[in-house]
């Protein structure tokens, strides 16, 4: 490096290598990005004066059958790039007549080197990190989930003769041909659980006459089964931190990332760990911006089992729809 590297002392070979690395990244997002030009890493150009000089990255292609030279200063310290940087490096661009130069910082700029370069025309980026346990530039976003599920199951059963239930009742030791009621009941919502609203539902179940079902072990003749359940959806949040091959743009703030990779952002997968949210969830981003995510989540009981092993609706009539216009919420 020259001598604009010399404003940071101390440096010891483990600084150098992770610095090497840093530059040698930089290199290879640039190939992803404009893999019709020539990219190399730690490259000397001559000045006006036939001095060597140390450039971190240096690309050479054509545009409209122009040769077109660019050069790339890495930044690989735990501060932001600042005036003093940014002087040293718009010098030494001009000593080599550079098309372009662009300034890659692991940890930012301040404001008035971001002036500095917008006025200068350099650009101004930095690199995600590759992982979440890697130092420098963070970029932070959020999960978005709506979270369906049914609340509240109020059940009532149609004795023959009326009243005849000699115990209270019970839907999860309920059971009719030796399938679980409550577990037929809740399999039969989450089946239906698309294009249901918010608010409360009504099953009414009819039985044909003489049917019987098990109480505890105790038959009792059953005309209908009716339970009202209530279609809940809850609004959740999760902040994420996006790691992988991409670079960030300060001056247009928006991100840019290499066809045929991807970003990747960790999260809690237990969604009881995330936020509550009450605001609206945003529409999905534009593909060039740093993105939320948004997802729909259907919510299974703990105790649900998914083995049914008979669908009930086979053997009765069903009617479920939206809770009646008007009609009282169920006690």
């Known amino acids: 490096m020259d001598s604009v590297d010399t404003a940071f002392p101390g440096r010891n070979m483990s600084d150098s290598r992770r610095g090497s690395e840093f530059e040698a ?32 990255v240096v690309v050479r292609g054509k545009i409209g059958g122009r040769d077109i030279l660019g050069v790339f200063e890495c930044r690989d310290h735990e501060r932001p790039v600042d005036l003093p940087q940014i002087d040293g490096f718009i010098q030494k661009r001009a000593s080599v007549r550079a098309d372009f130069g662009v300034v890659v910082s692991r940890s930012g700029f301040t404001k008035r080197a971001l002036e500095l370069t917008k006025h200068h025309r350099i650009g101004a980026y930095s690199l995600f990190k590759e992982s979440d346990t890697e130092p420098g530039f963070t970029v932070l976003g959020h999960y978005y989930a709506k979270v369906w599920y049914w609340s509240e199951l109020r059940w009532r059963v149609a004795t023959v003769p009326p009243e005849s239930l000699p115990i209270p009742f019970d839907p999860d030791a309920t059971t009719y041909l030796d399938q679980n009621v409550k577990d037929w009941v809740t399999g039969f919502l989450l089946a239906r659980s698309t294009g249901s609203k918010e608010g409360w539902h009504r099953l009414t179940v009819q039985f044909l006459p003489g049917t019987r079902l098990s109480f505890g072990g105790m038959l009792v003749t059953v005309s ?17 931190q996006w790691t992988g091959k991409a670079r960030y743009d300060w001056h247009e703030g928006m991100l840019t990332i290499p066809p045929a990779t991807t970003l990747e952002a960790r999260t809690q997968a237990d969604l009881a760990d995330w936020d509550d949210y009450d605001g609206p969830i945003p529409p999905p981003a534009d ?4 993105a939320d995510v948004y997802m729909v989540v259907e919510v299974l009981p703990p105790e649900y089992t998914h083995a049914l092993s008979r669908d009930l609706s086979d053997d009765v009539d069903v009617f479920f729809a939206p809770f009646p216009e008007g009609e009282p919420v169920p006690a």
């Open 287 to 290: 593909p060039s911006t740093i």
């Open 224 to 240: 209908a089964l009716q339970v009202d359940a209530l279609r809940v959806c809850q609004h959740k949040r999760r902040q994420v």
């Open 25 to 56: 990244a930089v290199a290879e997002i640039q190939r992803l990005l404009d893999p019709n030009s020539t990219v190399e890493h730690n490259v000397f150009l001559e000045d006006e004066l036939g001095i060597p000089r140390q450039f971190d």
